[in-house]
């Protein structure tokens, strides 16, 4: 768990403001205490005061955190002006811009998006859907990125006992040539952010360099195109593909089926074809494996914002806040 301790450092250094959207569940007022005793982050919940100020209680910290209850919030005009700007051009009035930010997940992606905070994070209540419609919707894509995709940081147990990125599992459903590329890319580039060490990218499949005709399954030669597309534009990225997982991770499986792979068995960032294969994949990894799975983070906003499965723990909801902290500080 090293590299978590890193997370924590260094989003301990900056101090970054995190708003969380769901104020009003235990366990993010879990989550939100300990990280402000441990000096995390600087926390803001969102949501009914009167709620959250009974759930707080007099737990050590609670009179270190923020609480923004949109209902009455003084910042809900400036919010509703800067919301109606940017969604003008979608027909959204200055009625819909104010009912709009008063929705806990749009006034903590809006308080980001006002530069009132560094990071927000959501999805212990809420859909996947609607987090991330806010955080597009409201933060927007960082300019030099092509697509918002996510990713897991695997933590796996032993024999492994390291940290791997699995993406996308959580949020780009069927990608082409071009967003499976750019997905490889983003990943490669947070594991290195994230994690301090050179990425080695897997891009995965049920075949291992050519074991199976290109036209025996539309994957294949998606995957091998994204590759061609990588080595074109990045070609610091070290990448290899189409490859089974196996011979991906294990050294001694690599030398029997892909010997001449630059990965040499030694892959840490694992692309899957398609979200339907990454959710199956990091759950099984997950639930049977016993890895640690922090995630879905996203990459490609403009700013970080995350979101979290519905079955999450105070402790996943803590991890988050690290790492949203420790991307406010990349």
Request: hydrophobic share 45%; net charge negative; proline share 4%.
């Amino acid at each position: 768990m090293s590299v978590l301790n890193e997370i924590r450092d260094r989003s301990r250094s900056n101090l970054p403001r995190i708003v969380l959207a769901e104020g009003q569940d235990r366990r993010v007022i879990d989550a939100a205490l300990r990280a402000t005793v441990e000096g995390i982050a600087r926390i803001a919940l969102v949501g009914d005061r009167q709620i959250i100020d009974t759930l707080l209680g007099d737990w050590d910290g609670f009179d270190r955190i923020q609480v923004h209850d949109p209902k009455s919030s003084d910042r809900l005009e400036r919010y509703s002006r800067a919301f109606l700007e940017r969604r003008k051009h979608r027909g959204v009035t200055e009625k819909d811009a104010r009912e709009a930010v008063r929705l806990p997940l749009n006034y903590a992606a809006m308080m980001v998006r006002e530069g009132d905070a560094d990071g927000t994070i959501g999805g212990a209540v809420a859909t996947t859907a609607d987090t991330v419609r806010a955080a597009l919707q409201i933060i927007g894509k960082a300019p030099d990125a092509d697509i918002v995709s996510s990713y897991f940081l695997m933590l796996l147990e032993s024999p492994f006992d390291r940290p791997v990125v699995f993406a996308d599992c959580g949020l780009v459903m069927q990608p082409d040539s071009l967003e499976l590329a750019n997905i490889a890319m983003a990943s490669a580039d947070s594991f290195r952010t994230l994690v301090g060490e050179a990425p080695r990218v897997a891009m995965l499949s049920f075949s291992t360099m050519g074991s199976v005709r290109a036209d025996a399954h539309e994957s294949i030669e998606r995957i091998r195109s994204a590759i061609r597309i990588v080595n074109e534009r990045r070609p610091d990225i070290a990448i290899d593909g189409e490859i089974q997982f196996d011979a991906a991770i294990i050294p001694d499986v690599y030398a029997r089926k892909a010997p001449d792979s630059v990965l040499e068995g030694r892959a840490n960032v694992f692309v899957f074809p398609s979200l339907s294969a990454g959710n199956i994949g990091y759950k099984i990894a997950h639930r049977l494996g016993g890895a640690t799975a922090i995630g879905p983070i996203l990459q490609g906003l403009a700013r970080p914002a995350n979101d979290l499965s519905r079955g999450c723990s105070a402790e996943d909801i803590y991890q988050m806040i690290a790492i949203t902290g420790a991307q406010a500080a990349s």
